[in-house]
């Protein structure tokens, strides 16, 4: 059974370089947070180094969301893994438009 996502957590891949910091955490939380298809973990430790690494699939700076936009991510170090809740993936969230000024 997986413990509840909460704002504010930083969380790793057990598989890649990615890690990510939760924005906004679904009010169940009980679904898997996961990149590459393995449960992310807690983040421990010194940030991976992303040097040499191509095609990266996570990328640093975005926020991601998932489908009902209860879940927001944002990635503080990119990688390979491609990150998914419950099984669907998450997709990056687009910008606002911000308002016209005439």
Do not use: F, H, W
């Not at 926020?63 to 809740?85: I, K, M």
């Amino acid at each position: 059974m997986s413990t509840p996502l909460r704002a504010g957590e930083q969380l790793a891949s057990a598989d890649c370089t990615v890690r990510v910091v939760v924005v906004r955490a679904p009010a169940d939380g009980e679904a898997v947070l996961a990149c590459g298809g393995s449960p992310m973990v807690p983040a421990t430790g010194g940030r991976p180094s992303t040097a040499g690494i191509t095609g990266l699939v996570t990328l640093i700076g975005k926020r991601y969301v998932n489908e009902s936009d209860t879940l927001e991510v944002l990635c503080t170090s990119p990688g390979v893994g491609e990150l998914s809740y419950d099984g669907v993936p998450l997709t990056v969230k687009a910008a606002k438009a911000l308002p016209a000024s005439d």
